[in-house]
């Protein structure tokens, strides 16, 4: 069924509505993995994405007594040949906006295709294991199973806010976020330690966009590895102020030629200890499975473990 249901309507999300949309989100979460894993602060910036926008490339299905119960939206923060299609439902009750939503959404994103001017447009799409609703829907749409990513999380009860020192080579520092030049090696770290990922390659201008569309930034929690006075490794993190005051790692990079000599690890450990000096209670990061560095490895081996794992599908649009 791709039509909604009588009395059921569909609208333009606005920002006034990041509390609804945020319970239909979490409502998701907990049926998936048990517990929330999603702030306001995240909503916020998929609203306000790069290349988003509200009057047309997002719903909210409202069920006939003007309940929010699924909002549908894409994600492509690069303009590149490549668009998430994202649907979020309230389990059982907004089931019916499923389907309905999700044809709204590819037919916008062919659109939003020819817009940046790609031929052969890919489209991936995130489902839990056991979200089988979901799962049939992609799969009826001409998604195919693509990989896994893992959510990864650990534990800070009881970690020392104060880290272990990094090898003796590696030198650890906030990063200097008032220094434009700093600022754009930090962001050209970050995309050329991802060159060898499947990580969608984002302009300097689309990465600060992102950053100003933020409530808040902690850039104390932001920090650079030096080795020889050269900038060998970043880790980037998203603000641990929102719902869960989780601290989470968004990026951790480090460059080709100072791997496997502790860059990251130390970066990890730091960001850590940072974590616990505030009171978070959790520390947590998303990984790519088929990561060809096998970053994973390196989460575990810090004392993380997969909170869930999801599967990612993909598709393929032609505009021509």
Known sequence: MTELPSGWT??????????????????SDIAAVGEPDFTSDEVREELTAPNTDLDRDSWLALDPTGKIVAWAYPYNGTGRARDMANVYFWPEIGLPALRPL???????????????????????????????HLIAALTDAGFTFLKQFARMQMSLDGYSP???????SVTLRPVRSG????????????EE?????????????????QLDAESSISF???LVAEVDGRIAGVLQSADGSGETEEGYVKYLATLRGFRKRGVGEALLRRA?????????????????????????????KVGMSPLYRANVYRTEIKTS
Not at 195 to 206: E, F, N, T, V
Not at 275 to 295: F, I, Q
């Open 10 to 27: 569909t609208r333009r999300p606005t920002l006034d509505d990041i509390p609804a949309i945020l319970e239909v989100v979490h409502a």
């Open 102 to 132: 999700l044809a709204m959404l590819m037919a916008r994103i062919a659109e939003r295709a020819a817009e940046f001017g790609h031929d052969v447009y890919e489209v991936r799409s995130g489902a839990i294991p056991g979200e089988d």
């Open 162 to 168: 104060v880290a272990p020192e990094p090898p003796a």
């Open 179 to 190: 220094d434009e030049a700093e600022m754009r090696r930090f962001h050209a770290v970050i």
């Open 193 to 209: 330690a991802f060159q060898d990922s499947d990580h969608p390659a984002m302009g300097y201008d689309g990465w600060r966009a």
């Open 220 to 222: 104390d929690e932001w």
């Open 272 to 300: 850590f200890a940072i974590y616990a000096a505030k009171g978070r209670p959790k520390a947590g990061l998303g990984v790519d499975l088929a990561n060809p560095t096998d970053a994973a490895s390196l989460y575990l």
